[in-house]
């Protein structure tokens, strides 16, 4: 058994910023591949930002390159999403995600490990 705990959402203004965190427990903690994915109201589940078990890999979605940042502490079994220059099209439930090495780390379907999700709202 394993578990992924988001925390951290909550509501900021356009331009603020916001660090969510996932911790992990059991077998997710060792989990090769970590990523957080995103869904607005009416919308599919998006990916976001993916990162490796060496963190030499980081992988992030077009919107968001340049204002995320993602990262993992393997001591502290927690993985990070740093979200600056937040906009309101940022909002949505940020979901985190783990499983082992990936053909596509940017597709749902691939991830067996899902988190409850933690809520992001950008006022405008």
Known sequence: QGQLVESGGGLVQTGGSLKLSCAASGRTANMYTMAWFRQAPGKEREFVAAITWSS????????VKGRFAI????????????MNS???????????AADQALTDYSSTSE??????????????
């Open 56 to 63: 030499i890999y980081t992988y992030y979605a077009d919107p």
């Open 71 to 82: 990262s993992r502490d393997h001591a502290k079994n927690t993985m990070y999403l740093q």
């Open 86 to 96: 937040l906009k309101p099209e940022d909002t949505a439930v940020y979901y985190c």
């Open 111 to 124: 991830y067996r490990n899902w988190g409850q999700g933690t809520q992001v709202t950008v006022s405008s």
